[in-house]
């Protein structure tokens, strides 16, 4: 076996332990009293071999700027600023193990096979990543329709004990359920090629689209079932060119402004008393009292009427913290759930600028080789990924494999192939 297949080896099972995280978690093979099923493990080792293998993808320009963001965050730890703990203490690099080894490995991934010389190991990968993530979408459906009680909102809620030995059947966890806004404009866009070039509606792609909805609600984390809904909706309005989409935009947002908030409040109290599940029906019925009746920005989470209104909150106390220490921030662990916010207060601009301009390069150097007619597709996912960052906590390998990795990989396959010729033709028409 050749290094270079051994390299692809690696890169599978990084796929793999990055959306089954519940395989290291239940399962154990040690040596030298290492679990080898440790995805840490076999992101060094790709490093390593990469290093040995393929150098210049080590060291590209966004990759340097990987390890500076990196660099910046231990030097500070190092000199006693930085707290890296996670939440609950349970971890010192929580951060480096959360954040940075899932971006680290999500850029060398399309740094590396975005090359042409590897353009088949990508599809590859690509194909493998997609089959993960729908069988788990599926096991996760078939186990919470099974076991109602392990998701919140339900009349009887398991126990931890009994949620952790269900959980190694193939349940899904925060991390891949809150990722799953970031697929669907890709979703859409692949049914919208088969669906031109076969002129029928292709079921399989259809289907895909389904089960990620249906995984997505049934799993009750609220923000991202929201948000997957809104770029579901923006996607199937999504046209050729970005400017037509663009204004298309700016319609609905003019729309959006313009129609009394009533009435949108009202739309959220109907959707609130025809879900079944509690914790969504509260959540929709405090979205449909902010329309109504205004959010108040408490400075306590106990001050807050709603649960929402304690969210917002959180708003508050990162900007207070961000003010103390602008530069470098306060160096202490706040509250994670706001991600961007939390970032200002906890590290400063010089934590969050080398995050942004990462994102920013990878953003550039995509859409060089990206047509006009699949930008728009692209760049929904991308803000997808921002958005979330707005209202939750992004964390862990999926969450960053999907935008940085995942999706540019595929949309790069993609317009490789003659049905987007022919997509072209007909999206022209409409």
């Keep these: 076996m050749g290094i270079r297949h051994f390299e692809l080896i ?98 060398l991934f399309i740094e590396k096979y975005s090359n042409p010389s590897r353009r088949n190991d990508l599809k590859k990968l690509i194909n493998f990543s997609y089959l993960v993530i729908f069988t788990l979408c599926i096991t996760s459906i078939i186990i919470i329709y099974r076991n109602p009680g392990i998701v919140r909102g339900t009349e009887e809620q398991i126990s931890y004990e009994q949620l952790y030995q269900i959980r190694k059947f193939g349940l899904g ?31 399989i792609n259809l289907l895909s689209i389904i089960i990620v909805i249906l995984c997505s609600y049934i799993a009750v984390i609220v923000a991202p079932f929201l948000l997957l809904i809104v770029f579901l909706f923006l996607a199937i309005l999504g046209r050729r060119r970005l400017k037509s989409n663009i204004v298309i935009l700016c319609i609905l947002l003019a729309m959006f402004i313009v129609t009394p908030k009533k009435i949108i409040g009202n739309i959220f109290y109907g959707f609130s008393d025809i879900v079944p599940n509690r914790e969504l029906s509260t959540k929709l019925n405090e979205i449909g009292i902010g329309f109504t009746e205004g959010f108040e920005l408490v400075t306590y989470d106990y001050e807050a009427t709603t649960g929402i209104e304690g969210r917002a ?118």
């Design 173 to 203: 966890d925060y991390g891949l359920f809150s990722s799953l806004p970031f697929l669907i404009p890709l979703l859409v866009f692949q049914y919208k090629i088969k669906l031109a070039k076969t002129g029928s509606i292709p079921l």
């Design 10 to 107: 690696i890169a599978y099972i990084i796929i793999l332990f990055a959306f089954a995280n519940f395989i290291p978690e239940y399962y154990a093979f040690r040596i030298a009293g290492q679990n080898i099923l440790n995805i840490r493990v076999w992101v060094f080792l790709f490093f390593l071999v990469s290093i040995l293998l393929d150098s210049s993808s080590m060291f590209t320009p966004t990759m340097r700027w990987v390890y500076i963001y990196i660099g910046i965050y231990l030097l500070l730890e190092f000199l006693g600023h930085y707290d890296l703990w996670g939440l609950g203490r349970r971890s010192r690099f929580a951060w480096l193990r959360d954040q940075h080894l899932p971006l680290a490995i999500s850029v």
């Design 313 to 430: 909150s959180r708003i508050k106390y990162n900007l207070l913290d961000f003010i103390k220490s602008p530069i470098i921030g306060t160096g202490k662990q706040g509250n994670a759930h706001l991600f961007w916010l939390n970032i200002l207060a906890q590290f400063g601009l010089v934590g969050l600028l080398p995050l942004i301009f990462i994102i920013w390069l990878q953003i550039k150097k995509n859409t060089k080789f990206l047509s006009e007619d699949i930008l728009f597709t692209y760049y929904l996912s991308i803000a997808s990924f921002v958005m979330l960052g707005l209202m939750k906590a992004l964390g862990g390998y999926e969450m960053y494999l999907i935008p940085f990795f995942i999706i540019p990989g595929k949309i790069l396959l993609l317009q490789t192939q003659d049905s987007t010729v022919k997509y072209l033709g007909v999206q022209n028409k409409l």
